[in-house]
């Protein structure tokens, strides 16, 4: 990903260069085609390409932090015991049938 994000800087580089050497440009214009053509798309595409490394980041801090308390992922789950919600361990529960 960032091989593409220092080709397209050089490219807007290279136009930036063209328009401040131009007979017509001006420098002022390279200044706003490498801000509008490099750097503002590049940063908004780098933000979003790298939302799910953020994410993942995020949840191994959580994750860390909660291991940290004692606790671990699994008792986080309130259905990860296996037992019926609202069982005693020793409480038997009658199966239900149809009647007659």
Do not use: C
């Not at 328009?19 to 503002?40: D, H, K, Q, R």
């Amino acid at each position: 990903m960032y091989l593409v994000v220092i080709g397209w800087m050089y490219v807007v580089l290279m136009m930036s260069v063209a328009e401040a050497t131009n007979t017509t440009g001006s420098v002022l214009g390279a200044i706003v085609t490498f801000f509008l053509y490099g750097l503002l798309p590049v940063a908004l595409v780098v933000y979003l390409m790298r939302a799910p490394q953020r994410r993942k980041a995020i949840k191994a801090r959580e994750a860390a932090e909660l291991q940290a308390l004692g606790g671990t992922q699994a008792s986080a789950d309130p259905g990860a015991s296996g037992h019926a919600a609202g069982a005693a361990e020793d409480e038997r529960i009658a199966p239900v049938r149809k009647e007659p």
